[in-house]
């Protein structure tokens, strides 16, 4: 079967050298286009990011010598979908003119998140979210008949709704959500944060990130119209989250603390159970970047750790431990979960392989 | 005047260290006498410490050739006073032998912060609780006629009663309190944490640390009652901590939120004002060791931050910043405090500092 | 083919647990037997690694559920085989006691590095020095019929001969060298460096490694006699090492200034392109642990980096960088090697599979 | 006595940061203006590092509402000396444009270091190269009656020559050096190295510093002609650095080896001997910011470290240890020096201190 043309737009970007080692060699994608701003456009992949290519991975030889182009759809014709890991700046204007020209675009931006009509989607969580597309593509003049926007999840908002997704399953829905994170330098791209900022520190504080959170989760965990027209967000979920920057190259550590609406509330080993047997679409559909292990749960007292678990299952999967009675709410845990990979590129690549599997892309 | 004479116990520790640093050159103490184990007595205090002094200041000239001594009150006959740097476990029958040999023992210990008859005394918050020592020696057997026991909390519960104090002495008492920390390494003390556990990593978990945040929080920010013979905690504060040691040295990071029982709750600018102008009583004795300003507030949005903040006024305050409303409690902030000196050695001579200005020592 | 069974002396310490993760699916080896300290033994491999499995990646399956063994000969009746992980202390009785026992002893131990009789054998550099078995053998009494010692070098060592060999071949003997060393903390072991010593700082020295660069080097470059009884080492190569301990978790960075005996010098291009075309023997072997490119030539003016190119190639081969005139000596140039893979475990497994090629464990 | 008065010129980066703590309640200077860029003039200094300030130090109270002017000379027409802490790129026009106004600049930038009439200075070393001055303004035309420019060395000579220059003193002659640099992040300036660049990470590079090593050294270590109108460089001093970054946040790290042209070389004791006893001009003429102890020699094995030495003495001396045979060389050693004082605003300022009881400032 002939693979998917694919683009990515901010490819020289952290995040789009992170979409370049996911689609190098993927199974039902191909790279046809490479896009990045002007400074860029016209050098072979290799010299744009000469001295910023900061993966342990080489770039891969079949994409060092592309030659980038401008971030405009005339240049991704022979594409179906794009991957945008464009900054929140140009992504407003690219990103709804590449789907204005009919491709699907899967956006790490934040722009398009909270648009009434585009979907939030997390792949482990709510990928039924998609079903909005139809309306979105008709709230549009003219209605593009194949291009859309599906943006995934905030990093440090993905590490901790995977968890709590399987949470309310199992036990109905959540009434208070406090949440203190422990966010890796990787979160913010390169250059970033300055070693100066970081080193031997802690910034308890990171621009927009606590509202990401709380806004974001509210409408990951909520549902959709009948008619698949409108979110239906939990407005009564009150969440409250403090947002730190730590030393840690990858890996957000997350500390939650949850109460139901339904009590008595389950127990720790009802908890763990749910967590572990948690599966998702992305499992059933067969897509190839989803996890074995949707949530890996840690019995040992001191794990999970970003250094160590930061990479099991490449990244695509979050893990949990220290699930515990929590004095003031019902149940208080840890989470871990890649920032780069399911908090990023891997969360829109699986999008799309959900999208291809579920004849979004036909 | 003549000066205190006091010793220290566990001298060559890294507790001990920072007394030595305290006390070379105190206005009111006079160092007379180093304990340390089996290992180290009969050597100078330069030739115990040799490898082991992890201090940025040298070792004080009029310590360095002192002869380490057992730690055994008839090695200390010459003081009034021991501060304890010691262990847990050699605490454990160590200290109250000092006690019962008639000297005032002030331990940074762990054994008897939560013992019916020993004071837990943050000396920014509870002093008053010194009340207790007549009780205290008339539960044991002879009764001392001088000795006592006080005790200073553990690091990362410093941090947060002093501004918990604060607003409870303004707004009435707290009802839930939920905090999650970010501890330096060196509350481990040498060798401690490992690098190879810590580099580049998180580690989501501190043996004990939660129920001692819990437990010491309602002690200290309780009362005492009429006459001095009981203290009388808070058991209906609801308190849950989530612990984390990160790559930082010095300074604990803590993100917490709280609600008041009396409601409305006061307002982010009221929280504000009340820390700003919270005084100590050890500031209104004048004691060497108080910092100016018990509280210090930022109103820059990243801040406090370990590196930048944890050596203002030597450590012997607190930093508090980015108090705003919680949108599951009512109020939270982030706290930051210098875990080995107002979490450790400043409270406890802070703490004798107020006793014999309050007559205690006599 | 059956595979030959091999087991492992210190299993549960860090270099054992490499060894275990090189061993568990190796298609020649098969582990057979885990010797541990008498603490462990009669555990289960998992439960006396419990809390100390530093590893990213998880035990393995197969593995798990091994019951540790005393490192006695008796329990090992199964292997031919025996890799050492064991610090200095045990190895000095445990390793001959193996040899004696007509086991092959591969020991990552610094006990018999320079023995007159034992090999010291980087599997990149010197595997020729394996001629002298018979020799060793011929030298003890009772001569074991099947059983000898071959260690590998110390880690700092191993990352610069790799290099220093390639130029020996190819431009003569050298004539000075200096070296100064950047070393990763996990050289120390579990649990090794502490972060109050590391943490923001740089420990200029590690005991005894300077003196086993400058001897190890002259063993390792030199030659062995005809015979092959005796090394001839290079008591003419003036050799100075710097030693360093960096906040790097894991990865030497050496930096290297060479002459050469032999005027004129090579020039820079030359150099580098020795250093890309030199191979090894247990490339010619295939050996399953060899690298594809022995020395990885980086021309980005600011390369290798530990955390960047540490992993290339499973950290099996060398990486050198910034190759440029020195204007005091030769050349100088910057080597990277994985001191826990190339500079300890994978030397030893590589060094058993050479010896596996060429008949040594017939 | 009335205090000079004095300017800053690039006040808001890090060595301005640096100039403002020194010079903010300084014996003999008073601050009367500070130069900024066109974005930051017209605010207040607080406004304008607002984010910026990154010293554990508070902005001085009367510092902080100064209104901040361009770098012209028409707005320092109240200074006599001002300190130049300006990059290079608006240094080359700026800093000879203060000169010609008759304005005494003590600069941190490089331009003029290797200029055959300006003076290279490290003021522990090389004051007596202040007599060229004379002849650097009859080189001028017009030639101004009181304007110079002073230079002080790059942070990382800085730290070796001072040690280098007792060698030289009591030794004769040096024949080479060899140097390996482990150098401080606050090196780069604000925001300076990414953290993504250098956490957990070794950078073996720092473009253009090993040459400034190699020149700057055989300039301050060499003399000045008879009739002061020339500076004699050591040409014949061989010198080869490698330069390294690595994650400290202050102080660099300096590894050394040297040997004599007059043989035999002196032994280690005497060199330590030389070291401890070597003194400066600073010293003598009472300068307030100079050391008590211009190299302080460790006779521990591990020192000196960063994080335990670079702030002793305010960092205004260098520390020196590990002093030992070099197998190559004569003699190799480790220099430890604060980058961001002795090796950038303490020079200046220090230098400035001197020009001032020399009378280079009536």
């Known amino acids: 079967m002939a693979k998917v043309k694919v683009g990515v737009l901010g490819a020289t970007g952290t995040v789009g050298q992170r979409f370049i080692l996911q689609l190098a060699d993927h199974p039902q994608f191909e790279l046809a286009a490479l896009g990045a701003s002007s400074s860029s456009t016209g050098k072979s992949y290799k010299d744009a990011v000469a001295g910023r290519w900061k993966q342990v991975k080489p770039i891969p030889e079949n994409v060092k010598n592309v030659t980038l182009v401008e971030c405009e759809p005339k240049e991704f014709v022979d594409c179906e979908v794009v991957f945008s890991g464009l900054d929140s700046g140009p992504a407003s204007t690219i990103e709804p003119a590449f789907r204005d020209a009919n491709l ?97 520190n802690v910034v308890p504080y990171i621009s927009g990130e606590e509202e990401k959170i709380e806004s974001e989760t509210r409408k990951i965990l909520g549902g959709i119209n009948a008619n698949s027209t409108a979110f239906e967000q939990l407005d009564d979920l009150a969440i409250s989250a403090h947002c730190n920057r730590v030393p840690v190259l990858d890996g957000h550590t997350e500390c939650v603390s949850v109460s139901f609406k339904k009590q008595p509330a389950p127990s720790v080993e009802e908890v763990k159970e749910v967590l572990r047997k948690y599966t998702c679409e992305a499992q059933k559909l067969g897509c190839h970047s989803a996890p074995k292990q949707v949530i890996t749960v840690h019995d040992e007292p001191d794990r999970p750790q970003p250094r160590l678990d930061r990479d099991w299952q490449d990244g695509a999967g979050v893990n949990v431990g220290r699930v515990r009675k929590c004095p003031v709410f019902d149940i208080k845990f840890v989470a ?19 999208a291809l599997a579920k004849g979004y892309l036909a």
């Not at 909270?114 to 039924?128: E, F, G, H």
């Not at 920032?339 to 392989?353: H, K, L």
Request: aromatic share 6%.
């Open 104 to 200: 699907r675009v899967f956006s790490n931006a934040r722009n398009y998140r909270m648009d009434p009509v585009c979907p939030l989607v997390v792949p482990l969580v709510n990928p039924d979210h998609f079903s909005i597309i139809p309306h979105q593509r008709s709230t549009l003049s003219p209605s593009p008949s194949k291009g859309f926007i599906i943006t995934n999840a905030n990093c440090s908002t993905t590490g901790i709704v995977v968890p709590l997704k399987a949470l309310q399953d199992a036990f109905g829905p959540l009434d208070k959500i406090m949440v203190s994170t422990l966010q890796a330098v990787s979160g913010a791209g390169y250059p970033g944060v300055s070693s100066f900022d970081i080193h031997d």
């Open 336 to 354: 871990l979960s890649n920032n780069v990979m399911i908090g990023a590129a891997t969360s829109s690549v699986m999008n799309a392989e959900i």
